[in-house]
């Protein structure tokens, strides 16, 4: 036969048993809603990776299309110039070129005067540095 002592063990093990159920579904609650939370930001952070990308997809091309503009502009410098046809030497800007890259060239640059060269002297000029003994070099 059962016992009373048998059924309080039994009900003492149920209502453990069903606390720590209680306890249980409050955490999986908890869980879901910290799963909730962590998808809606995985959500945006998938739409900045992604914008991100075309991002860097647009500054790659237009490097690209930079370097192909300084390409194109080395190579008419590297040809020497036509007597008379100077100017034509200079590539001129389309309107996805960038504009500065025509205007910044002169042609005594591509005739052969260095670009340095009158830099150094103005610089020279702004210093105000005395006079160097001949065959001194300056290297700053």
């Known amino acids: 036969m059962v ?27 908890l869980l879901q809603k910290n ?3 962590y998808r809606k930001r995985i959500d945006e952070l ?3 990776i992604n914008e991100y990308k ?3 997809t647009a500054i790659e091309e237009g490097i690209k299309n930079a370097l192909l503009h300084l390409d194109k502009l ?10 008379g046809k100077a ?12 504009p500065v890259l025509a205007s910044a060239i002169e042609v ?12 150094e002297a103005e610089e020279d000029d ?10 001194e070099l300056d290297i700053f």
């Open 3 to 29: 016992s009373l002592e048998q059924i309080k063990d039994l009900e003492a093990k149920v209502q453990n048993t069903v606390a720590y159920i209680t306890k249980l579904k409050q955490e999986n609650s």
């Open 35 to 37: 799963l909730e939370k």
């Open 46 to 48: 998938e739409v900045l």
């Open 54 to 56: 075309e991002d860097q």
């Open 74 to 83: 080395e190579d008419s410098i590297a040809k020497p110039p036509v007597a």
């Open 87 to 98: 100017a034509a030497a200079v590539p001129r800007a389309d309107a996805d070129d960038v």
């Open 108 to 119: 005594d640059d591509i005739e052969g005067d260095p670009v340095g060269a009158s830099l």
């Open 126 to 135: 702004e210093a105000g540095e005395e006079a160097k003994a001949p065959g």
